[in-house]
Each structure stands twice: as C-alpha cells, then as structure tokens.
C-alpha cells in the first residue's frame, strides 16, 4: 500500500468506529511520512507497535543523503546564488524521483536541528541555503 493510498483510504480492516479508524489512517500517515513504498509495506506488516519504526527511519535518511548531497554539491557550485529549481531540474541533478510530499509539503525541505526531522535537508542547509516550495519550483536562497 502506497503512502498517498493510505491518506485517501476510508476503510481499515477489523475497525468499525470511524473515528477509529481516522485516527489510525492518521497515525500511521505521520509515522511513514518519508518512508519508501517498501518500507511502508514492511511497517503494515509487521504492525505499528512492533516496527522499530525511528530505527528504520534514521537507516532510510542515511541511504538517501548520498542522493541529496547531489543537489548540495549543485547549490555549493553557485557560489551563494539564489537560484529556482523546477522539480524536473532537481530530479535531473538527483537522477532520481522525488517523492511525493517533496512536491506538495514545503516542511520537506526545510531541516530542524531541534528534532532532527527532514536530515536530507541537512545538505543545503549546513552549506547556507533556505529551500522555498513555490508551486512546481523550489527556490534556495542564499543565507
């Protein structure tokens, strides 16, 4: 089951309160958010209360910030240039897909030291940048 499948399902198996079930769809959709499809799958299946599910999730932004050093590497190019991206360009310069939410939440590009959430952010912003969602395009400007 993919991510944006489980945000717009209306039915869990073996609930029967709606209010139940919203909770649970809600739940699980903060805690698989930037996981891959496969990590997903394994979350279901072994169910929320036994996933070790912060493990998985470091191991997963670790894997990724070899991919998103890529972008960093582009940025620490320019030099201090603000510049916009379209998401095809940062794909492009990644040579791979971004996800979903990377297109739709401006919170993922955005890193935060305090709880350590989005570490791929870390990239461009330990190297001076801000990331700006802006429709189909992400602006980084120089700090």
């Known amino acids: 089951m993919m991510r944006h499948e489980l ?3 209306r039915a869990v198996p073996g609930f029967s309160c709606l209010k139940m079930k919203q909770e ?6 903060r805690e698989t958010e930037g996981m891959t499809d496969e990590e997903i799958r394994e979350y279901i299946h072994q169910g929320a209360e036994r996933f ?11 894997a990724r910030e ?6 960093a590497d582009h940025l620490k190019n320019l030099n201090g240039k603000t510049v916009v991206l379209t998401f095809s360009e940062i794909e492009k310069i990644l040579g791979d897909s971004l996800p979903k939410s990377a297109k739709e939440r401006p919170e993922w590009w955005n890193y935060s030291k305090q709880s350590n959430t989005h570490p791929y952010a870390k990239q461009w912003t330990e190297i001076g940048y801000k990331a700006l969602l802006k ?4 602006e980084f400007v120089y700090q």
């Open 24 to 29: 649970l769809q809600e739940r699980v959709y």
């Open 135 to 138: 429709n189909d395009t992400v």
């Open 52 to 62: 070790d599910h912060e493990s998985q999730r470091r191991k997963a932004a670790t």
């Open 66 to 71: 070899p991919k998103y050093k890529k972008l």
């Open 7 to 9: 945000q717009n399902s």
